[in-house]
DNA sequence: GCAAAAGTGTTTGGGATACACCCATGC
DNA sequence: GCATGGGTGTATCCCAAACACTTTTGC
């Protein structure tokens, strides 16, 4: 194109929030730097993205590193999430971060690689960088798709009860929902259906176990809530 | 980080999906390639992104430069779409886009510096790149942001009339609305106010101008279609 | 008076909200 | 039998959708 002058890039890094309920309440994964700068503070995980791999296929490799967990495999949904490029934001230097955003239900990281801990999203500790602004981001954006897509789906294991869903839903959104409401609703978008399996757990009536009959992201007909 | 050896970053580069309505119809801004790769095709205006500037500010500085357009004072919205980077888009090596989608209704392109021509999303032209897909994922995002925002006012001059806006959310949307159903919605979202002065055009009764109480952003309490 | 766009109301159906009690189980 | 979470129904209100005629102007 036009420029004349040797041309710099940006250093590109990725970076991934990955949520997962625990105790029915919403969590991010987050790493504890061994390096500087941010030495001993926590990040989200990522890293370089180089020439030649996507933004994705880096984060995955990644992540996979410096976590032992695979986004691709490990996460039940994931998208891209916003490019952060302002130049201060690494002391390093001018870098611009890619950003994805995941959803799993059983993600275990490897603490033989780092200390790996799930932060519950009221209750964070200070982070690195701008992370805690793209945690914070991601948290809005996700509960957006909670309410125009099935995404809750991420959360929960294959069978479920309708306790859980809901618990999943009031866990992202951050408050209750009312019980008979929740369920005439959801069940009239028509998304699951009922199995034969009970869960029977504790000191009362067992519940019923249900299961999504599409595992695609899909949007929804009418906006929950 | 972990990467000992020598870090290459992708290039990186924006690009700019500018939307501005055109007799009744949803325009495009394509400019014609100058140079190599894809010369005389069609292509988003856009550059490279280099370290120590913000993506916006690239492309600021890039789109008044090739097309005289300014996305910051001539563009009544713009917002960060997507980053594109598969790694075959660019002929020339991988370049990652930082795209952004804007909106205006006074758009003059300064045809003294290149080809820039406005073409209906219905009708568009063969694109270089990635770029055709890249314009359906704005014109996609832009349906959403209209249905949940008050961004059409980034179509509308100050003063406009229910006809004018009712059009843009038709020509945005690809579909008609019905005419009472449509104003009785609108107003009652309570974002506009009459003004006393009318517009008289044609042998026809002359329509009331209306006009945006708030200048900015906002989201829809209920939302839009 | 006629062509052309502006402007205006009512009916109906469905979904959102609010709200309280019985059911099945383990101990 | 009691504590615990699972499961269910109804009344009201508001909004979405469908639908056709009158008004004001220029010529």
Redesign the pocket.
């Known amino acids: 194109m036009q420029y004349k002058t040797p041309y710099t890039p940006p250093t590109v890094t990725v970076d991934a929030v990955m949520f997962q309920l625990i105790d029915n309440a919403l969590n991010v994964a987050l790493i504890q730097r061994s390096t500087e700068p941010f030495k001993g503070e926590w990040a989200l995980p990522g890293g370089y993205a180089p020439q030649g791999e996507t933004t994705l296929q880096a984060l995955e490799r990644i992540v996979l590193h410096k976590a032992g967990v695979s986004i691709l495999n490990d996460l039940s949904y994931i998208e891209q999430l916003y490019t952060f490029d302002s130049v201060a934001r690494d002391p390093r230097g001018h870098a611009v971060a890619v950003t994805y955003m995941g959803c799993g239900q059983n993600i275990h990281p490897d603490q033989a690689k780092a200390v790996v801990t799930f932060f519950p999203v009221n209750n964070l500790p200070p982070m690195a960088y701008d992370h805690a602004e793209i945690v914070k981001y991601a948290h809005n954006r996700l509960i957006a798709k909670l309410t125009y897509t099935n995404a809750v789906y991420a959360f929960l294991p294959q069978y479920f009860?309708?306790?859980e869903l809901q618990t999943a839903y009031e866990a992202v959104f951050g408050y209750e929902l009312?019980?008979?409401?929740f369920?005439?609703?959801f069940l009239s978008l028509g998304l699951t259906e009922e199995t034969d399996q009970m869960r029977?757990e504790?000191?009362?009536?067992?519940?019923?176990l249900h299961r999504f009959k599409s595992p695609d992201l899909e949007v929804l007909s009418?906006s929950f809530?």
Chains 1, 2 share one sequence.
């Open positions: 009860t309708l306790a009312d019980k008979r409401n369920r005439k609703k029977r504790g000191a009362h009536r067992p519940a019923r009418r809530d």
